[in-house]
């Protein structure tokens, strides 16, 4: 094999040995019409925030919502312990609202049992949360006052177990409410401005 020869054949070799790499180059076009793409790819999608949980004590418009529910011993009027920490949590809303004056404590009833005893047990219930209240948990006496209403109201169906432990509950209307009004003035340009409180 002559110098030549030999000197092709290698340079066969190297080409042949460079194509694999030639195949996973970037590859550049040259078109003076191409559109130029810039920047990066798109930015991750953040993740939304978790929801805030639901608090247990809640004022809305004229009620204090709990959102769990007081628990009696059966067929009584005697708050069991494990309630005692969401009463204290209603007397803390109350005493961060000086705005609320009076509060009635409603006791409400599933349709089980007789009229007048249903009507007998919520009025008791009622009267010992006013009382648990007023005592422990240091709310003045005179802003609370406590009403039971038996089976009379009920917000779900007294057919099923589920409506009946809806229904069997102690609800917290706000009766009376002195909220502060502020006095505005409106500039020619539209601004507010506080000029009292009273």
């Not at 094999?1 to 000197?7: E, P, Q």
């Not at 996973?24 to 925030?49: K, M, Y």
């Not at 769990?68 to 494990?82: G, R, T």
Request: aromatic share 4%; with cysteine; charged share 30%.
């Amino acid at each position: 094999m002559n110098v030549h020869n030999k000197s092709r054949l290698i340079a066969a070799g190297l080409w042949m040995a460079s194509l694999p790499v030639l195949g996973c180059a970037p590859r550049v076009f040259s078109d003076t019409n191409g559109i130029a793409i810039l920047g990066s790819g798109p930015a991750p999608v953040a993740e939304p925030p978790p929801p805030e949980p639901q608090k247990r004590v809640e004022v809305r418009e004229n009620k204090i919502v709990i959102n769990e529910k007081i628990q009696f011993a059966l067929d009584s009027a005697k708050i069991l312990p494990v309630s005692h920490d969401l009463l204290n949590e209603v007397a803390k809303v109350i005493k961060e609202h000086p705005q609320i004056k009076k509060i009635e404590i409603e006791g409400h009833a599933s349709a089980e049992g007789s009229d007048d005893h249903n009507l007998k047990l919520s009025d008791k219930r009622a009267k010992a949360v006013l009382k648990y209240l007023s005592g422990e948990a240091g709310i003045d006496n005179g802003m609370l006052s406590a009403k039971g209403y038996g089976e009379t109201r009920p917000i779900a169906d007294n057919e099923t177990e589920e409506g009946k432990e809806k229904n069997r509950r102690v609800e917290f209307t706000i009766v009376e409410a002195e909220f502060e009004k502020t006095k505005v003035e409106i500039d020619e340009k539209g601004n507010e401005k506080v000029i009292g409180k009273g």
